[in-house]
């Protein structure tokens, strides 16, 4: 079965000036980013059966303007707090446990980690992920359980300001 992957990284966040990392927010060009993404992907024919975002406040808020502007429902989105602060081997099992009936799904996260993630997919060059930027893979005949290393074929990569 096809299936079809997007790799989203959370959009513009504020600078730490002493909160935790996890709490850290989107900054005004980031929620306004994101929206110009959203109207992106909607030409795009954007719709994930499932948005898996990790748990940090920047994320969290880039799932939500970025639904707001696709007028998907919120119940897309899953929060798994083993999104932030992920290895390679834990966003693979996150992929590998999917239920084979969802056949495209998003992933919100950080970088560096959703940048190897799409070139450990895919074995493509992708470089720095911008912020609110947007690696999308397809896998063809391929079941979630079965997507590995290099399984992946490298669609496309995208953000707003580029």
């Given at each position: 079965?096809?299936?079809?992957?997007?790799?989203?990284?959370?959009?513009?966040?504020?600078?730490?000036?002493?909160?935790?990392?996890?709490?850290?927010?989107?900054?005004?060009?980031?929620?306004?980013?994101?929206?110009?993404?959203?109207?992106?992907?909607?030409?795009?024919?954007?719709?994930?059966?499932?948005?898996?975002?990790?748990?940090?406040?920047?994320?969290?808020?880039?799932?939500?303007?970025?639904?707001?502007?696709?007028?998907?429902?919120?119940?897309?989105v899953e929060y798994k707090e083993v999104v932030?602060?992920?290895?390679?081997?834990?966003?693979?099992?996150?992929?590998?446990?999917?239920?084979?009936?969802?056949?495209?799904?998003?992933?919100?996260?950080?970088?560096?980690?959703?940048?190897?993630?799409?070139?450990?997919?895919?074995?493509?060059?992708?470089?720095?992920?911008?912020?609110?930027?947007?690696?999308?893979?397809?896998?063809?005949?391929?079941?979630?359980?079965?997507?590995?290393?290099?399984?992946?074929?490298?669609?496309?990569?995208?953000?707003?300001?580029?």
């Open positions: 079965m096809n299936k079809k992957l997007h790799l989203i990284r959370h959009s513009y966040a504020e600078d730490p000036n002493g909160k935790k990392d996890i709490d850290r927010s989107l900054t005004l060009e980031g929620q306004s980013t994101v929206r110009a993404l959203g109207r992106h992907l909607i030409n795009n024919q954007f719709n994930p059966d499932k948005i898996i975002c990790s748990t940090a406040v920047r994320t969290r808020e880039t799932a939500l303007n970025l639904i707001e502007e696709l007028e998907m429902n919120e119940r897309v932030y602060n992920a290895s390679l081997r834990e966003l693979l099992a996150v992929l590998n446990e999917l239920p084979e009936d969802h056949k495209e799904i998003a992933i919100i996260g950080h970088n560096p980690t959703i940048t190897f993630f799409g070139e450990y997919l895919s074995n493509a060059i992708i470089g720095n992920m911008s912020p609110a930027g947007v690696v999308t893979i397809k896998f063809e005949k391929l079941n979630w359980n079965e997507v590995s290393q290099g399984s992946g074929i490298f669609d496309n990569y995208y953000h707003p300001n580029h």
